[in-house]
């Protein structure tokens, strides 16, 4: 079984006290990919509380120096990584790096924003983990140009079990500051979503893809 992080709990609070998770089980969401899902993940808000934002910067440099040690560089996934990334890499005194969905299709065609030399050893910082497919295309883009990918780090995760599969089918690890059950812990302590509505959370959780209100 995966550790959890011991701020786990704290960084839960957080996301919930600025909305940066909401989470709706009787009114819920429609994602892109079709799924209806209880609960709406943006950590971009982050970004706009000071004291939060510092916070969330100095546990990933923290779960990074205990998981992977210091990196060459530090690596953002585009779009919702890049300023969490750059802020981490600011604070650590290292190089950063973007990775683009795609290359561009204009100037010089580049995916990797940034300079990244063959060998250097790299920790991708990522906002939220689903399936971690996109994650995973930016490690792939990475290796690829010839850098040592140490791991990922990412604010939360759904902790869908296909994500931890697709990871671990290509030896990468990962870690995150916190995760749906945390999250849930966390909205039932404080009354944020009613004992209730805990079943269908969970139930949503094990089978997204089928989930209904």
């Known amino acids: 079984m995966k550790q959890r992080y011991e701020s786990a709990p704290k960084v839960a609070e957080f996301l919930l006290q600025i909305k940066a998770v909401k989470l709706q089980p009787q009114n819920p969401f429609t994602w892109a990919s079709g799924w209806k899902s209880p609960i709406y993940c943006d950590n971009r808000v982050i970004l706009s509380f000071p004291k939060i934002r510092t916070f969330i910067r100095q546990e990933f440099i923290n779960l990074i120096n205990i998981e992977f040690g210091k990196p060459d560089v530090i690596a953002g996934v585009a779009t919702g990584a890049i300023a969490h990334g750059a802020l981490v890499a600011e604070a650590m005194g290292l190089p950063f790096i973007y990775v683009r969905p795609e290359a561009k299709s204009h100037g010089l065609g580049n995916q990797i924003e940034g300079v990244l030399n063959e060998g250097q050893s790299v920790v991708v910082i990522e906002d939220l983990i689903s399936t971690g497919g996109s994650s995973l295309k930016a490690v792939e883009v990475l290796k690829r140009a010839g850098a040592d990918v140490k791991g990922l780090v990412?604010?939360?995760t759904y902790?869908?079990?296909n994500a931890a599969k697709n990871f671990e089918a290509v030896n990468c690890k990962y870690h995150t500051l916190?995760?749906?059950e945390?999250?849930?812990?966390q909205a039932v302590n404080t009354k944020y979503v009613s004992g209730e509505d805990l079943d269908s959370l969970?139930?949503?959780r094990k089978d997204p893809a089928n989930w209904k209100v």
């Open 202 to 204: 969970n139930n949503w």
């Open 178 to 180: 916190s995760d749906y």
């Open 154 to 156: 990412a604010i939360f």
């Open 182 to 185: 945390s999250l849930i812990k």
């Open 159 to 161: 902790g869908f079990e």
